[in-house]
């Protein structure tokens, strides 16, 4: 397409599209609607019908940018709002090559996240989204009807018109239209981001978005060296990067098509202690006396934190704790630093015992900068490298790593972890009141400032500086975890199920899964680590529970559609003696199991050929697999693994079942061997 003949056409349908009634952004920052300015433009274009009040995402920057990144956001959330500091330098560094296209996704359980949303979309009708997005990220602790009209006023908007389409049905299903597109494209938390349709996941650091920004800016001008116009870019790059997603982000997003309305709803979280979230509570965080400690042991102050080195937010958090030790010098605050490596970071649990064997040589603090500032390298083998980095004695350090010298120091931090409800990390306990999270600093001074008033006073009192923490929690609250195994037995038939292991084993646990469930791909590491750890002594045996009333008829909905076709060849490669290598190539690849969009018979058939490409690619029979799917041969199987679950009480996965009894532990390999050895030990 020739260039003046595609500005000519933008040109026009902008035209149209304002006449329609479609709210232009100010051309020198905001470069309008998405929808419209990706579409290739025909030159003898048919007569277009009038659009529809919202044709399109707000989008800013030119509207022939070589990189889009879609923003997938809600105004409440906390990393949206360090993400948008990051795109707003990106906007600058990147004026002519970037464009950033807006989705709403206001989370279910931010109480003002879909007003804020309808807000902006309402300030958007009069050409000013991107003023009033500014205004509610950057007051998102203050989000309330009266600041919307507030905020709206000092960004220029017709009041009257304001108010009015505040209150439109249009508006708020524009809303529901971006949480349908979001959710379609499987971002159901926030922020999520797709550059070009390469996919990234919370708010990253500015040298994350710039890696995939300039090598896409590359591929740009390869294609532009190649003849194709800068309008098309987007488009052709989008699907060559993301061939699973990029037909769906072009179309919902660049072209304005609908979504599947089984997308429009986010699924609400799980509901939480609010106990736990409560930072007037005070808990009992005990200390061991083995900690690594910032500041005196008579600190008026204790700030404790849990974290984990492979956790993102736990580095971005420094920065404020750093602050912290600037402000308050070292007879007033010290900071005591716990470990809680997370069972879905495969790195995390090394990483910790490096830091611990780093500071048996005195220089933990050393390490503990070395190994954030190099969060993608925490690997086993790239350990000794960090270590020398920061001076450290190498025989030593690789004699501590090899010994384990310090898993249990680890694995007593995560004791009390679970006892004072840190479960996610970054948590911190300041005088044993809790806020978790990448908080700013003045988070931490506020409650830092009105516990140091309490200390005082107790001193004051007569209280010795050195029992003020021990005398502060020593009636704090503690959580008592449920026993890791509930005292009924399932009654479970192992006869004929893919097991893992000597069918005679002291110690059988049996998993029920659901091949779309991405919490049963998280605990495969650790349930092969048990039984690689005890020998012949464990053997895991697999059961079915999809969450599909295709074919499980406990679900009234249908959770995940690809979960019974997934179940059946299963079955079919367990019949070849290749189960366990089927479900590594299913849960690998369950994200692009089966597409999002389209009719259900397309979609399962779709999923039908991706089966039979991974069965083909694990040495299985295909032909042989189709005929087994095809005559049902799985059928009775399947119904007596779920009639045993809803015996056994299963109503979710993964669910985990040891010698018959539930388990209620946390879902890693520490934790599941310790029940293993106290079962084995007759203990429990």
Same mark, same amino acid.
């Given at each position: 397409?020739?260039?003046?003949?595609?500005?000519?056409?933008?040109?026009?349908?902008?035209?149209?599209?304002?006449?329609?009634?479609?709210?232009?952004?100010?051309?020198?920052?905001?470069?309008?609607?998405?929808?419209?300015?990706?579409?290739?433009?025909?030159?003898?274009?048919?007569?277009?019908?009038?659009?529809?009040?919202?044709?399109?995402?707000?989008?800013?920057?030119?509207?022939?940018?070589?990189?889009?990144?879609?923003?997938?956001?809600?105004?409440?959330?906390?990393?949206?709002?360090?993400?948008?500091?990051?795109?707003?330098?990106?906007?600058?560094?990147?004026?002519?090559?970037?464009?950033?296209?807006?989705?709403?996704?206001?989370?279910?359980?931010?109480?003002?996240?879909?007003?804020?949303?309808?807000?902006?979309?309402?300030?958007?009708?009069?050409?000013?989204?991107?003023?009033?997005?500014?205004?509610?990220?950057?007051?998102?602790?203050?989000?309330?009807?009266?600041?919307?009209?507030?905020?709206?006023?000092?960004?220029?908007?017709?009041?009257?018109?304001?108010?009015?389409? *505040?209150?439109?049905?249009?508006?708020?299903?524009?809303?529901?239209?971006?949480?349908?597109? !979001?959710?379609?494209?499987?971002?159901?938390?926030?922020?999520?981001?797709?550059?070009?349709?390469?996919?990234?996941?919370?708010?990253?650091?500015?040298?994350?978005?710039?890696?995939?920004?300039?090598?896409?800016?590359?591929?740009?001008?390869?294609?532009?060296?190649?003849?194709?116009?800068? !309008?098309?870019?987007?488009?052709?790059?989008?699907?060559?990067?993301?061939?699973?997603?990029? +037909?769906?982000?072009?179309?919902?997003?660049?072209?304005?098509?609908?979504?599947?309305?089984?997308?429009?709803?986010?699924?609400?979280?799980?509901?939480?202690?609010? *106990?736990?979230?409560?930072?007037?509570?005070?808990?009992?965080?005990?200390?061991?006396?083995?900690?690594?400690?910032?500041?005196?042991?008579?600190?008026?102050?204790?700030?404790?934190?849990?974290?984990?080195?492979?956790?993102?937010?736990?580095?971005?958090?420094?920065?404020?704790?750093?602050?912290?030790?600037?402000?308050?010098?070292?007879?007033?605050?010290?900071?005591?630093?716990?470990?809680?490596?997370?069972?879905?970071?495969?790195?995390?649990?090394?990483?910790?015992?490096?830091?611990?064997?780093?500071?048996?040589?005195?220089?933990?603090?050393?390490?503990?900068?070395?190994?954030?500032?190099?969060?993608?390298?925490?690997? !086993?083998?790239?350990?000794?490298?960090?270590?020398?980095?920061?001076?450290?004695?190498?025989?030593?350090?690789?004699?501590?790593?090899?010994?384990?010298?310090?898993?249990?120091?680890?694995?007593?931090?995560?004791?009390?972890?679970?006892?004072?409800?840190?479960?996610?990390?970054?948590?911190?306990?300041?005088?044993?009141?809790?806020?978790?999270?990448?908080?700013?600093?003045?988070?931490?001074?506020?409650?830092?400032?009105?516990?140091?008033?309490?200390?005082?006073?107790?001193?004051?009192?007569?209280?010795?500086?050195?029992?003020?923490?021990?005398?502060?929690?020593?009636?704090?609250?503690?959580?008592?975890?449920?026993?890791?195994?509930?005292?009924?037995?399932?009654?479970?038939?192992?006869?004929?199920?893919?097991?893992?292991?000597?069918?005679?084993?002291?110690?059988?646990?049996?998993?029920?899964?659901?091949?779309?469930?991405?919490?049963?791909?998280?605990?495969?590491?650790?349930?092969?680590?048990?039984?690689?750890?005890?020998?012949?002594?464990?053997?895991?045996?697999?059961?079915?529970?999809?969450?599909?009333?295709?074919?499980?008829?406990?679900?009234?909905?249908?959770?995940?559609?690809?979960?019974?076709? +997934?179940?059946?060849?299963?079955?079919?490669?367990?019949?070849?003696?290749?189960?366990?290598?089927?479900?590594?190539?299913?849960?690998?690849?369950?994200?692009?199991?089966?597409?999002?969009?389209?009719?259900?018979?397309?979609?399962?058939?779709?999923?039908?050929?991706? *089966?039979?490409?991974? +069965?083909?690619?694990?040495?299985?029979?295909?032909?042989?697999?189709?005929?087994?799917?095809?005559?049902?041969?799985?059928?009775?199987?399947?119904?007596?693994?779920?009639?045993?679950?809803?015996? +056994?009480?299963?109503?979710?996965?993964?669910?985990?079942?040891?010698?018959?009894?539930?388990?209620?532990?946390?879902?890693?390999?520490?934790?599941?061997?310790?029940?293993?050895?106290?079962? *084995?030990?007759?203990?429990?």
């Amino acid at each position: 397409m020739k260039k003046d003949t595609a500005i000519i056409a933008i040109i026009g349908a902008a035209v149209l599209a304002f006449v329609a009634g479609t709210m232009m952004n100010k051309p020198a920052k905001k470069a309008g609607d998405a929808a419209a300015a990706a579409q290739p433009v025909q030159a003898q274009a048919a007569p277009v019908a009038a659009a529809p009040a919202f044709a399109g995402n707000p989008s800013l920057g030119p509207a022939d940018a070589k990189v889009t990144i879609i923003e997938i956001s809600d105004y409440q959330c906390p990393f949206c709002s360090r993400a948008k500091a990051t795109l707003d330098e990106l906007h600058k560094e990147y004026p002519n090559d970037v464009r950033i296209v807006f989705v709403n996704q206001p989370l279910a359980f931010h109480n003002q996240a879909r007003p804020a949303a309808i807000a902006s979309l309402a300030a958007h009708k009069q050409g000013k989204f991107w003023e009033m997005y500014d205004k509610l990220f950057s007051n998102a602790k203050e989000l309330n009807d009266d600041n919307y009209k507030k905020w709206g006023k000092e960004i220029g908007l017709d009041m009257a018109k304001f108010e009015t389409d *505040l209150k439109d049905a249009d508006v708020a299903k524009a809303v529901d239209r971006d949480q349908a597109v !979001a959710n379609a494209l499987g971002v159901s938390g926030t922020p999520g981001f797709f550059i070009n349709g390469v996919k990234l996941e919370g708010a990253q650091p500015k040298e994350e978005f710039k890696k995939i920004i300039d090598e896409q800016i590359k591929k740009a001008n390869d294609e532009v060296g190649k003849g194709t116009a800068l !309008a098309e870019i987007n488009e052709k790059l989008t699907r060559a990067n993301n061939p699973a997603q990029g +037909a769906q982000i072009v179309g919902f997003v660049f072209k304005g098509e609908e979504p599947p309305k089984t997308a429009a709803a986010a699924p609400a979280p799980p509901k939480r202690d609010k *106990l736990g979230d409560d930072p007037n509570v005070v808990w009992k965080v005990e200390l061991h006396g083995d900690e690594p400690v910032h500041g005196n042991a008579d600190a008026l102050v204790t700030l404790v934190e849990f974290t984990d080195f492979q956790c993102p937010f736990c580095s971005k958090v420094r920065a404020a704790l750093e602050e912290v030790k600037k402000n308050y010098p070292a007879d007033k605050v010290r900071l005591v630093f716990k470990n809680q490596p997370l069972p879905f970071h495969n790195n995390a649990m090394i990483a910790a015992e490096a830091a611990l064997c780093a500071g048996d040589q005195g220089k933990f603090w050393q390490m503990e900068e070395r190994l954030f500032s190099n969060q993608g390298e925490l690997d !086993a083998d790239k350990l000794p490298g960090h270590a020398k980095e920061v001076g450290l004695n190498l025989d030593k350090f690789n004699k501590c790593l090899a010994d384990h010298k310090f898993k249990a120091q680890v694995l007593k931090d995560q004791a009390t972890a679970e006892k004072i409800t840190a479960t996610g990390t970054p948590a911190f306990f300041i005088n044993g009141r809790k806020i978790g999270g990448n908080r700013p600093f003045d988070d931490f001074k506020k409650l830092i400032d009105e516990e140091m008033g309490k200390a005082e006073a107790k001193v004051a009192a007569g209280v010795a500086r050195k029992d003020v923490y021990v005398k502060t929690i020593g009636d704090g609250k503690e959580f008592i975890p449920p026993p890791p195994l509930e005292a009924k037995v399932a009654d479970f038939d192992y006869v004929g199920s893919p097991t893992l292991g000597p069918k005679d084993a002291k110690v059988k646990i049996v998993e029920y899964k659901d091949f779309e469930c991405p919490f049963c791909a998280k605990v495969i590491p650790a349930l092969k680590q048990v039984h690689k750890d005890n020998g012949g002594k464990v053997s895991i045996i697999f059961k079915h529970f999809p969450l599909s009333n295709q074919c499980n008829p406990k679900m009234s909905r249908e959770m995940h559609p690809g979960a019974c076709l +997934a179940a059946y060849w299963s079955f079919a490669a367990d019949a070849q003696g290749k189960f366990w290598e089927f479900e590594d190539i299913v849960f690998q690849n369950y994200q692009n199991m089966m597409p999002r969009e389209g009719e259900m018979p397309a979609r399962l058939a779709a999923q039908t050929e991706n *089966l039979k490409r991974w +069965a083909k690619e694990i040495g299985m029979d295909v032909a042989k697999a189709e005929a087994y799917v095809g005559a049902k041969s799985y059928e009775e199987r399947l119904k007596k693994d779920m009639n045993e679950a809803v015996a +056994a009480g299963v109503n979710g996965t993964p669910a985990i079942y040891i010698n018959g009894r539930k388990y209620n532990g946390g879902m890693n390999a520490d934790r599941i061997n310790k029940v293993v050895s106290q079962l *084995l030990e007759g203990k429990l």
